[in-house]
């Protein structure tokens, strides 16, 4: 089906907001601010879409605040945006409806951790850090780690992933379990601890990724890991993008269980030495991690050193030292932040698709060309096992064509990858920057979305105009 | 919310069954039947569950006659239950409402194998063990084995899963992408081939597990893996099942990648001893798998050793040969059989739950007392790496108290699993035999369920009364 136009004039401000807003201070009175600047942060995400503010916002510090919250609005009709931490990337917490942004970041409490069950369960509001630092000691860790240090509920509602993906799986794979606030604002809990489940519909993974258009997460209940005996990290470099990517590609389909491999371009190495102060090899660079036994570890890096080899990948450094570890993935994660330092006063706008991994080279290829032939710059980061990839588009603000370009540039890679068998967004989520491209993507089935949508909120009070974009 | 009651009285014949039936033998001819075998034998699974006889059956041999016989039936809201092989457990394919039986086991072609990206595109109708033959000579192998050879289509409606799961994950994890026929005949594809996405939400994971409550799935994608280089296969004995249990959850705890990790009761290794002329420990047996590198299987099953001595297992017994591998594992999967064979004119009735691992050892252990307490004669085996056990009733036809005493247990059985955190089926699925018990485990959150199939199906024509019962 077709992608419902967006009116370009602004929404009509959503009716009851002022008593919503009033009823909320008698509530929680300093709590909820109209204060500019506190909208604005909270109507802002990192991306390069436009902001669009929330009337008001309510920190939240409860469950049955979050209930009673969305039971006033749902009473008004007024729109509520959830809000974690602020870092989604294509919109996703900006209010073109206007109405409350939600606030669950004071919501930060590790509820319970099941060190025999590996699993534990996180209010919304924690990041994955800190969630990460709580059980250090318990030898358990977390692995989704997109780029920012996000909030777990934020991460469920993008269905985030990161570098651990290839080996872990994305939020998709370990939330277990989550308590929500439905669009009326009853409580439930969603799913269980069983590892496996035959229990009905799968509720779970339906919210997961949902961006809060159905309900408010107020509990998430998350897989964990043990900290492997033996953990090495590599670098090699190519001199052909297409040697590091048929390396990747050769990897996964030898089976062998890399944790993380990462690609970056020369473009994204010159920056993230600067940055980060490291001295990578100055060319197309894979990141590989390998997580076991010590002797695993060991086999695994020189299996994919052989492969890299007869692909032209040289200079295999591994190292098993925790400190020179972090340093090089901190300077993977901080990729984006360098290329924005890498253009003083320039937007930053990041994109992502993802590919099965046999058309990965060619989609990479092209899209490399792409950026060389409209004169931009844009490095290019990718979670290359998946067969995902990111674009750090960056805009200057002082050339007028130059964001025409970028929104050309995003068009083709996106239209590529769906051409190849890929998705418009393999990690960062549609907010409202993806809505055209996933018309396109699922036709049909769009249908069935929307359907799901109004049926679960029929008022479309939760976060409108994301994912399906307006409702008429 | 509590759980409809079912009418005792049968329900209403589906008014306009009798021209849909003259419908569809215009159409299709003889291969539309309203003979009393052929509808017995598709409105009869392997369950215990009374039958319930569809009006007729129409053989389906393309996605094309799918969506015209569900145009058809929508049309004139006719019942549709989808049948794959018929051998599920919980009655999901018995017809209580009448209807037409949509008999996919002729769309049985495997579409697309793309050996590089390591998944496949099947018809619904192929089952498991096919697809493993038509791929062997890639050197890949689909991993999800229940013990039944069903159809990929049924599998993917009952979320499957079986003996590899606690490696390579259920149904749930290896469906990348579906097309389906939706309640109102329009054929759509939801997800697509990429590894992972954050395109929206998750339909695919939506309809696996919604035993064709949803609609017709015409076609299914699969991850595939490798065949690994080396496969270990052990068996270990215990006296004591708690000792074999404890061995489970520590093996997993530590991480260690078991590709199977099994158990049998005493009481089960005796049937399957005789029924597979194997001669296995007459102990609690687990029976363990390990994938990987030579060297990496070794390491594996030496740690597994390890633990399994510290917890009283003895006669660790490894094997890398290709035949008595499966010759073990054909007798694990027969275990249900060789219950059957053991008690010549009983009924079997397989019940499954699952539950956190930490709880599985008192699960077990408590079900195992009530076994006996109650004089029933039930072997467990367990796909215990997931916390998930079964247990093969059988059924003495001639004492008259007996299946009254087997439904107590299963009552009990299912109560301990939610009361410790876990799920009233974790493979088995839901059908009519467990709606009562999904009402109890998810509470609130039926009536999202209920929701979302009113949405999808307002007629209520697609399987109807199964998961969620009847709707009024």
Chains 1, 2 share one sequence.
Request: proline letters at 4%; hydrophobic letters at 40%; one cysteine or more.
């Amino acid at each position: 089906m077709a992608a419902p136009q967006s009116t370009h004039s602004a929404p009509a401000r959503a009716p009851n907001v002022d008593s919503t807003i009033t009823e909320l201070k008698k509530l929680y009175g300093d709590r909820v601010s109209t204060a500019h600047a506190v909208r604005e942060q909270h109507g802002k995400d990192i991306s390069y879409h436009e902001a669009h503010l929330p009337d008001a916002v309510v920190f939240a510090e409860s469950t049955e605040e979050v209930q009673e919250i969305v039971k006033l609005c749902a009473r008004l009709k007024t729109p509520i945006i959830p809000f974690g931490t602020g870092t989604s990337l294509e919109g996703h917490i900006s209010a073109p409806n206007g109405g409350i942004s939600l606030d669950v970041s004071r919501m930060n409490k590790v509820v319970q951790v099941n060190e025999a069950d590996l699993d534990v369960v996180v209010q919304p509001g924690v990041t994955r850090k800190q969630l990460n630092e709580y059980i250090r000691a318990t030898g358990l860790f977390f692995p989704i780690d997109p780029g920012a240090d996000a909030s777990i509920g934020g991460m469920a509602s993008t269905r985030a992933s990161g570098t651990n993906a290839v080996r872990y799986g994305t939020m998709r794979e370990n939330v277990l379990s989550l308590q929500v606030v439905t669009a009326d604002g009853r409580l439930m809990r969603l799913g269980g601890r069983a590892r496996k489940s035959s229990a009905g519909y799968d509720l779970v993974k339906l919210f997961v990724g949902s961006e809060g258009t159905l309900g408010v997460i107020t509990e998430v209940t998350l897989r964990l890991y043990g900290i492997p005996e033996s953990m090495v990290a590599a670098t090699c470099a190519f001199d052909s993008l297409e040697g590091a990517v048929n390396t990747v590609i050769q990897t996964i389909q030898s089976g062998i269980p890399v944790a993380r491999i990462e690609l970056m371009d020369t473009e994204t190495v010159d920056t993230v030495n600067k940055y980060s102060k490291l001295s990578l090899p100055n060319k197309n660079l894979l990141l590989l991690e390998f997580h076991g036994t010590e002797a695993g570890t060991k086999e695994q890096a020189e299996m994919v050193q052989a492969l890299a080899a007869e692909n032209g990948g040289g200079d295999f450094a591994w190292t098993s030292q925790a400190e020179e570890r972090s340093k090089m993935w901190q300077g993977r994660h901080d990729a984006a932040w360098a290329a924005k330092a890498a253009k003083p006063g320039w937007g930053m706008w990041a994109t992502d698709v993802c590919v099965p991994i046999s058309n990965l080279a060619e989609c990479i290829l092209e899209t490399q060309k792409d950026i060389v032939a409209n004169g931009l710059y844009a490095p290019i980061v990718g979670h290359v096992g998946d067969g995902n990839f990111h674009l750090t588009m960056m805009v200057n603000p002082d050339d007028p064509t130059y964001l025409k370009r970028a929104e050309g540039l995003n068009d083709r890679m996106i239209a590529r990858a769906q051409h190849l068998g890929g998705t418009c967004t393999g990690e960062h989520g549609v907010g409202i920057g993806k809505i055209k491209y996933l018309y396109k993507e699922h036709g049909e089935a769009m249908s069935l979305m929307r359907s799901i949508k109004k049926a679960l909120d029929p008022d479309n009070i939760m976060n409108p105009g994301k994912i399906i974009g307006p409702i008429n």
